[in-house]
């Protein structure tokens, strides 16, 4: 095996910190713990580059604690990130330049997550092929209890280490994760964990998982892994239960992992596989009714029906949500559910344009616009059920979607999944 022994050049190298900022730019973020934007480190960039540069080449650099915050998660708990400050990720990133193209070309083929060119569209296509082509159709189902947060720093050094002997770069990986957390003025010590949100934590985690990838690619076993989410495949049941006994060791005695044994299970083709919002079944794959309801929610608080934005405004938020969405599920077999989608979603417009009509004398003018020379009706600008009636359908129709140039979910091509074979 290859090893590197002089890399730090290359981190604090002009061009490479630079380049770093750009890839931070463009992620945007919110501030660290010192409360410095991208917009105020970049109004005085060439400094602060040059600083970093100083920095690092006499091993002066120190970064900041991260900032803590938490997001919500699907099961109501909360999820912990930590927010490091601007010119630490920028040093994480000029970190990550260098070492990801080492390691990347040796990862297991079969692990998808934070790596370049490759998708969570692409992990469920690979999964789908191993149930339904190669007939692997019990799957283990795996969840890994904090896994950024119970990363073993002892272990992360040791697996950097194996390509890279640079004792620099060692002691930055290390600086990084020993600076430590604050959360409300309250430092926290970091003696273990890799703070999710940092730059360099998701190339980390790889780095550190690889080993249970290669440990199950040497047994023959079949796995997809993106980030955390592990699903390993078997023809029959009792094989799985054999390849999740294995699993559960390398991660927890090898890897100093904890599998979350209440969420961990043995699925099969027949009844469905949930992954990565998606649910893989016998040549179908279809939407996760959890994401179909968050989907659902989010379309609702964009659209009320009680707000001072006008149509214009809303479909500024609205379009990318929608556009999103559809771009990321359009690989399942769902024609029939995104007609729906859209079909309730320009009822809800149209409700919201009713709102702002606030008499049936405004839907009678835009009746006579569209030419109509029927009866004209007093309705109720306020009624749910009235969005569905004949006469707003024919005030406006489905061109007048098309005119307010609302992102038509029903045109999006569907069921591509072949498309992210490998």
Known sequence: MKKWYSLIDKVYLIDNLRKAFKAVKSNKGAPGIDGETVEIFEANMEANI????????????????????????????????????????????????????????????????????????????????????YGLEHVVDMDLSKCFDTLDHEIIIKSVNEKVSDSRILKLVDKFLNAGTMENGIFDESDIGCPQGAVISPLLMNIYLDYFDKAMMEKGIRIVRYADDILIFAKSKELAGKYLALAIHILEKHLKLKVNETKTHIADASKGVAFLGFIIRENWVSIHPKRIEEFKNKIR??????????????????????????????????????????????????????????????????????????????????????????????????????????????????????????
């Open 50 to 133: 040059v600083k970093l540069n100083h920095e690092l080449k006499t091993e002066t650099y120190e970064p900041l604690s991260v900032r803590r915050v938490y997001i919500d998660k699907d099961d109501g708990t909360k999820r912990p990130l930590g927010i490091p400050t601007v010119r630490d990720r920028v040093v994480q990133q000029a970190l990550k330049n260098i070492l990801e193209p080492i390691f990347e070309p040796t990862f297991h083929p079969s692990s998808y997550g934070y790596r370049p060119n490759r998708s969570c569209q692409k992990a469920v296509a690979k999964a789908e092929r191993f149930m339904n082509k």
């Open 301 to 422: 608080r964009l659209t009320p029906r009680n707000h001072g934005m006008n149509i214009e405004q809303i479909l500024r938020k609205l379009n990318p949500v929608i556009r999103g969405w559809a771009n990321y599920f359009r690989i399942a077999n769902c024609k029939g559910l995104f007609e729906k989608l859209f079909s309730w979603i320009k009822r809800r417009l149209r409700m919201k344009k009713m709102k702002e009509w606030k008499s049936y004398k405004s839907l009678h003018k835009a009746l006579r616009r569209r030419g109509y020379k029927g009866e004209f009706k007093k309705i109720s600008m306020v009624r749910w059920r009235n969005s569905n009636f004949t006469l707003i359908h024919m005030a406006l129709p489905n061109s007048w979607f098309k005119e307010i140039k609302l992102v038509h979910l029903s045109d999006i091509q569907v069921g591509v999944l072949s498309n992210y074979y490998e």
